[in-house]
Structures are given as C-alpha cells and as structure tokens.
C-alpha cells in the first residue's frame, strides 16, 4: 500500500479537476458527468475498467485545444446499477442521452479500448451525429486469445488486491513494457480496482459480441485508428480490418507504447487526435459546404 504522498508525486492530481460536473438522470442510471478546457467539443469513453480518472494524463492535454466532455458508465459509481441484461445498446442510448443533454451537434468521439467499441458502435447506429471518431486500443472484433481468458477467469473467481505483484504484472503488460516504475504500476492498478468486479465481468459480457469483421454498414465521418505497438490484446490483423469499416479512416501505429498509451504517451496522443480534427475534420467540413455550394 503505497501512501498518499507517494500517490501524489507518481501521478500529481492523475485527473485534472473538472471545470463543471452534473449528475445527468439518464433512463438507465444516473450519470456523473465532467467537462474541461475550451474549444471544438470531444467526447471521451473510458475504458473497461477505471472510468474517465484513468485517462487523466490525456484529458489534461486534450483541454488545452478542445473542450473535453466526458461521464462515468453504469456500474462505475454504484455496481448495484447494473442490470444482467446490460447490452451495447444500452451504453449507446446513454451517450445519445448524454449529447442531447450537452447539446453537441457532430462533436469528436474518442473511445480508449471498450470505449473505442462503443464508439464505432454508436457511429455505425447514428452515422450523422457525429463529426468525427477516434479510437486508441480497438479492434473490429473482440480477440478470444490467452490473455483476455486470463484475466475474465481471475475477474470472476478471486478478489484482486491493487498491491499484488503478481496481478500488477497484467498492467505492465498492459503497458508494453517497464515504462513505469512499481509504485506508478501500483498507482495505475488501483485506479483501474477502483472499478468494481462485477462491473468488469458484465463489461467483458458485452465486448465478447462486439464484432465488425462482417459489418455492411460503414463509418462515413471521418476516422481515426491508433494501436500501441506492443498492444498485447489487439493483434495487427484485428486493427488493420478497421479500414474496412470506415470510408475515409487513418491509421497510426504508436511505436514502444502498449495498450494504455494514453497514460504512456498522452501529449503524443493529444498532438495525432488534435492534428486530425483541425487538419482532416475541419478540410471535410470545408469541402462538404463546397459541394452543397455546387
């Protein structure tokens, strides 16, 4: 257990204060919002587990050029929330819910892994609501390998302490490599407990059936595709058949980084997703109102 002054100088305030929360009554659940910064709206989705804390390092630098919304999924604050039959559609009427209540027209989605699945999820459904999507960490499916087995067999059999050694390996793995140090791994682990099991098993449920490898629908806004080089739970073939789920995609391999590249390299990640609105979105808008000129 690693003390509350050590906690600070790893990971100084690892989610930047909001600059507003709501609690938004959604028809599922009631949802903890946050927003930051100022600029063109981007949405974010957290991943599986940690809610939007964990992606603290990207939100920081994300603020400095967009004004960054986000929220916390059923289950994060209140496990008791979620319901057996929880599906994607469900988390897709949330955020649907949640951008009416902002009252964002065609603001940029990004989704960090589970985050970036319900984010192609949602494009796909609702293929004029947004300006464009932007995913870190996801493929067109869900990849049935050791890992993922693993980790759903410890998540439904045994209670993971944030400071067992063994159980922080996964997030150094994770992480592609020794990019950190024990007590930031631990730091990482207890953020992401922070999320109840449960939560997490009901979680992994749903992405088990997220497949687009037979999709005929395409993303039609444009996309934005990044994959950490030593990405253990997304294989090259898996995030290269992303491609063919959009009409106009990019696609960046992260060098060195691993599945959390959010929290390895987050100014990295804010530079590719800030060039490619401003430089690829906006030129889009611009030719759009062209041809409606034409």
Same mark, same amino acid.
């Given at each position: 257990m690693i003390s509350t002054d050590a906690w600070n100088s790893i990971f100084t305030s690892l989610c930047p204060t909001p600059d507003h929360m709501d609690f938004v009554s959604l028809s599922n659940y009631t949802a903890r919002t946050a927003t930051w910064g100022q600029g063109p709206p981007l949405v974010i989705l957290p991943g599986i587990a940690g809610g939007f804390e964990l992606l603290g390092p990207v939100i920081r630098e994300l603020s400095k050029s967009f004004k960054v919304y986000s929220y916390q999924y059923q289950g994060e604050d209140n496990f008791f929330s979620v319901r057996n039959?929880?599906?994607?559609?469900?988390?897709?009427?949330?955020?649907?819910?949640?951008?009416?209540?902002?009252?964002?027209?065609?603001?940029?989605?990004?989704?960090?892994?589970?985050? @970036?699945?319900?984010?192609?999820?949602?494009?796909?459904?609702?293929?004029?609501? &947004?300006?464009? =999507?932007? #995913? +870190?960490g996801t493929g067109s499916k869900f990849e049935r390998g050791m890992i993922q087995r693993l980790a759903a067999l410890i998540l439904s059999y045994y209670q993971l302490p944030d400071t067992n050694p063994l159980v922080n390996q996964f997030f150094r793995l994770f992480l592609g490599g020794k990019t950190f140090s024990n007590e930031q791994i631990d730091a990482i682990a207890r953020v992401c407990w922070s999320t109840d099991q449960a939560v997490?098993?009901?979680?992994?449920?749903?992405?088990?059936?997220?497949?687009?490898?037979?999709?005929?629908?395409?993303?039609?806004?444009?996309?934005?595709?990044?994959? @950490?080089?030593?990405?253990?739970?997304?294989?090259?073939?898996?995030?290269?058949? &992303?491609?063919? =789920?959009? #009409? +106009?995609?990019?696609?960046?391999?992260?060098?060195?980084?691993?599945?959390?590249?959010?929290?390895?390299?987050?100014?990295?990640?804010?530079?590719?997703?800030?060039?490619?609105?401003?430089?690829?979105?906006?030129n889009s808008d611009v030719q759009s109102q062209i041809n409606k000129s034409a």
């Open positions: 039959s929880i599906s994607f559609s469900d988390f897709e009427q949330d955020l649907d819910e949640l951008l009416e209540f902002w009252n964002l027209e065609k603001p940029n989605l990004f989704g960090a892994s589970f985050g @970036g699945a319900l984010a192609l999820k949602y494009t796909l459904s609702h293929p004029y609501r &947004l300006g464009s =999507v932007i #995913t +870190q997490i098993r009901s979680r992994l449920r749903i992405l088990k059936h997220f497949n687009l490898s037979n999709c005929r629908r395409k993303i039609a806004v444009p996309s934005l595709f990044l994959k @950490g080089q030593k990405d253990i739970l997304l294989s090259q073939e898996n995030f290269a058949q &992303l491609q063919d =789920v959009s #009409t +106009q995609s990019e696609m960046h391999i992260l060098g060195g980084l691993g599945h959390l590249a959010f929290m390895q390299s987050p100014e990295l990640i804010a530079k590719i997703i800030s060039d490619f609105v401003f430089n690829t979105v906006e």
